[in-house]
């Protein structure tokens, strides 16, 4: 039994995936780190890819974005610093201003896909995966809904 086998029927859930990469990241790197994260949720629905703002010319986030028909949207790294999270990383709050990205930008996605009465909430923590590029990708899974649909 998955996670998300006791969700709500009238409503498919639609989780927000978060994802940090190194500049340059190949597009197979990114696909079988999303793989692995989404891999124990069973049968799922994404509706959005997020990340930093720094990151809009990535070409592999627009293109796996677009490959698998998600939302992709970014966040400023004022906008992610406010975002409680079990591990901040400090040498991120240094270098890019906010001490999270994966996590707190599913957060932030799966905020604004909620609606009144749902919470956002991790399914998946930070994740980190080298790929065969040698590139990182860290990401993680939020879905927003009631909490009670989790139990």
């Known amino acids: 039994m998955t996670v998300l086998d006791s969700c709500s029927r009238a409503r498919a ?3 927000a995936l978060g994802i940090g990469c190194m500049r340059n990241t190949a597009l197979a790197t990114l696909e079988a780190a ?3 994260a989404l891999r124990d949720l069973g049968p799922v ?6 990340s930093i703002e720094r990151k809009r010319d990535e070409p592999a986030l627009r293109q796996l974005a677009h ?3 998600w939302a992709l949207r970014f966040f400023s790294a004022a906008e992610l610093a406010p975002v409680r999270v079990a591990r901040p ?3 991120l709050a240094r270098v890019l201003g906010s001490a999270s990205v994966a996590e707190a930008a ?3 996605a799966a905020a604004i896909n909620s609606v009144p009465g749902e919470s956002p909430q991790l399914l998946v923590d930070k994740q980190a995966h080298r790929g065969v590029d040698g590139k990182w990708v860290t990401i993680a899974v939020a879905w927003s809904g009631p909490t009670a649909e989790l139990e």
């Open 67 to 69: 490959a698998r028909g």
């Open 89 to 91: 990383s400090p040498r």
């Open 106 to 108: 599913a957060l932030l």
């Open 34 to 36: 999303v793989d692995a």
């Open 45 to 50: 629905a994404v509706s959005t890819l997020a």
């Open 13 to 15: 859930p639609a989780l």
